[in-house]
């Protein structure tokens, strides 16, 4: 057993929340949620904190987890990636560039520009997106293909997360919600009204 799975079953054991534990260690809940999943592991300094928060000593949550002797370890570095504050998933709104780093993601093999948003609102939940996940948003090299979810700026102030469709004639921004109507834009109207500002890669839900 892993550092990570000892906190989560010492933690869960004693009835603490992992937003407690968090906040009572100074950490993240995020990235306590990776620590917990083994993606990263955590310092001396977090593990005394965790250790001392849960009522044991940090030798308790040494790593017990059996190593082949074949087994070659494979690290790869982690990228930390800003998490803005909301984007609406339904009517557009305010600009892109007042919205606030809230917190970070740490994530492997991603290239460098690339950021992740809060989402609010429910036009997106037919695709699985609901109130407060977060979606990895990867820069636009290419133009989406139809049916991708994309982060939408309109008239250079607004934007919104849709699923992006290109026509013959026009471009489609679609929600997941038929209580929400598509926004739609002539192809002349798109080249000074719409800008795709990123594709959405990953979704991680609210937990």
């Known amino acids: 057993m892993n550092i990570g799975e000892k906190i989560r079953q010492l933690r869960d054991s004693k009835g603490i929340k992992r937003s407690w534990l968090a906040k009572n260690v100074e950490l993240s809940v995020n990235y306590l949620y990776k620590i917990e999943k083994g993606v990263v592991k955590p310092s001396k300094k977090a593990l005394r904190r965790i250790a001392s928060a849960l009522g044991v000593t940090p030798d308790y949550f040494e790593d017990t987890t059996p190593v082949s002797k074949d087994a070659v370890p494979v690290e790869k570095p982690l990228r930390p990636i800003p998490i803005y504050g909301s984007i609406p998933a339904g009517t557009p709104t305010i600009s892109f560039d007042d919205i606030p780093v809230e917190d970070y993601l740490y994530l492997p093999d ?14 997106m939940i037919g695709a699985g997106i609901e109130y407060g996940d977060i979606v990895v948003v990867f820069p636009p090299y290419y133009e989406p293909l139809n049916g991708k979810i994309v982060v939408a700026r309109i008239d250079r102030s607004e934007f919104t997360l849709k699923r992006y469709y290109k026509e013959r004639d026009r471009i489609i921004l ?15 109207e798109a080249e000074y009204r719409l800008e795709i500002i990123g594709i959405v890669k990953k979704v991680v839900k609210n937990l």
């Open 174 to 188: 679609n929600p997941a919600n038929g209580n929400y109507k598509p926004i739609v834009f002539s192809l002349e």
């Open 110 to 123: 991603v290239p460098k520009d690339v950021f992740a948003l809060k989402v609010v609102g429910d036009s």
